[in-house]
T-cell receptor
Framework: DTGVSQDPRHKITKRGQNVTFRCDPI?????LYWYRQTLGQGPEFLTY????????KSRLLSDRFSAERPKGSFSTLEIQRTEQGDSAMYLC???????????????FGAGTRLSVL | KNQVEQSPQSLIILEGKNCTLQ??????????LRWYKQDTGRGPVSLTI?????NTKSNGRYTATLDADTKQSSLHITASQLSDSASYIC???????????FGTGTRLQVFP
């Protein structure tokens, strides 16, 4: 257990439905990242937060995707009007951030596996 | 073309044997090169992290090497165990953006 928790672990939904995932990072970590991983591929960056500020969004993050980190602690990733191509593992990671002590290691959660039928 | 390429795609070895996984990257400039282990259905777990100026880093039976001139890295696993069966992902930190660029991984299976 890395200390990063994600909920739910699995989500099955019908095409067109909205889904929301939650990530609780390690409590003292300022940075929080979302990645998407499809079968047989490495994770692909989606977006990241420095505290509550969303600093970067990948072009992979279409307008159907939105992420928030309202209080600089937990984060949510919402997908609206899901499509079959959204089926993937969604991973969250956190690290202490720039200027913090310790190696710049990103600690990953176990992921939320989304299946869109 | 992926900026981080790994080989082989998959590997099968017998328990107790050693193996070496390769990573070639084109990300430049970069700040760190990392190796992660990912068990099926789990998130990646950090094994090693090397700055651009380091040549080697060990973590138990795992030893990573880095040649920044040839843009190559390797992960050597000694005396493999059944629990080493996983995907091993090479990751490069892009210096300008502080973004992690992931390889597609090498799927290792260790059989008794």
């Amino acid at each position: 257990d890395t200390g990063v928790s994600q909920d739910p672990r699995h989500k099955i939904t019908k095409r067109g439905q909205n889904v929301t995932f939650r990530c609780d990072p390690i409590s003292e970590h300022n940075r929080l990242y979302w990645y998407r991983q499809t079968l047989g591929q490495g994770p692909e960056f989606l977006t990241y937060f420095q505290n509550e500020a969303q600093l970067e969004k990948s072009r992979l993050l279409s307008d159907r995707f939105s992420a928030e980190r309202p209080k600089g602690s937990f984060s949510t990733l919402e997908i609206q009007r899901t499509e079959q191509g959204d089926s993937a593992m969604y991973l969250c990671a956190s690290n202490p951030g720039l200027g913090q002590s310790g190696e710049n290691i990103q600690y990953f959660g176990a992921g939320t596996r989304l299946s869109v039928l | 073309k992926n900026q981080v390429e790994q080989s082989p795609q998959s590997l099968i070895i017998l328990e107790g044997k050693n193996c070496t996984l390769q990573c070639n990257y084109t990300v430049s400039p970069f700040s760190n090169l990392r190796w992660y282990k990912q068990d099926t259905g789990r998130g990646p777990v950090s094994l090693t992290i090397m700055t651009f100026s380091e040549n080697t880093k060990s973590n138990g039976r795992y030893t990573a090497t880095l040649d920044a001139d040839t843009k190559q890295s390797s992960l050597h696993i000694t005396a493999s165990q059944l629990s080493d069966s996983a995907s091993y992902i090479c990751v490069v930190d892009e210096l300008r953006t502080d973004k992690l660029i992931f390889g597609t991984g090498t799927r290792l299976q260790v059989f008794p």
